[in-house]
């Protein structure tokens, strides 16, 4: 049964998710971590392991979920969902745009997609870097930015846009600042 859940979970997932993989990480985050089925500190720590992996987030993300509640199973079963969505839409859409791809009506759905598109992405990103940067405790009841998580943070933001460095460079030196300044 618990099987049957995991797939609805991931499948919902994968098929009201518009976006791409950083726009799944609200719906995934909301699910796992409202469920009980991880920690949000937990599910941080597979967000951080699916960056670092080759692959899509989500799929990643994904399959680790999977993989952490129930073994190698879970993690085939949670791929697949995920990714089963996406598939048969894309075979259905496919072959509406090639003929409506132009159609002004089209275009504008498209357009007004993007918005909510940045939307999710900024949500994960915000929800990423508060759990980062101030642990799972309330903003508002008085946790504190470790100044040396947020100097890496920083550090990493800049590498990646100011300095265009490549990103398995900044995780690389993430993890080195990491080695020798966090306990």
């Known amino acids: 049964m618990f099987y049957l859940r995991l797939m609805g979970v991931f499948f919902k997932i994968g098929l009201l998710t518009i976006g791409g993989g950083y726009a799944m990480l609200p719906l995934i985050q909301r699910e ?6 991880l920690t949000a500190r937990e599910f941080v720590h597979i967000i951080t392991i699916a960056e670092m992996t080759p692959g899509p987030i989500a799929i990643n993300a994904a399959t680790f979920v999977g993989y952490r509640l129930a073994g190698v199973k879970g993690s085939v079963l949670t791929t697949t ?7 048969l839409i894309i075979l259905a859409v496919s072959k509406f745009l090639t003929h409506f791809e132009d159609h002004p ?6 357009y007004g997609l993007r918005p909510a598109v940045a939307g999710l992405v900024s949500s994960a990103a915000i929800f990423i ?5 101030f642990g799972s405790r309330n903003l508002t009841g008085g946790a504190a930015l470790d100044p040396r998580l947020g100097a890496i943070a920083l550090i990493s933001f800049i590498s990646l846009r100011k300095l265009k460095v490549h990103p398995i460079l900044t995780i690389v030196m993430a993890a080195i600042l990491g080695l020798l300044f966090l306990r």
């Open 81 to 87: 969902a995920i990714s089963l969505p996406s598939l």
């Open 105 to 110: 009506t089209v275009q504008k759905v498209f």
């Open 32 to 37: 796992i971590i409202d469920r009980g089925w």
């Open 129 to 133: 870097c508060r759990e980062v940067l």
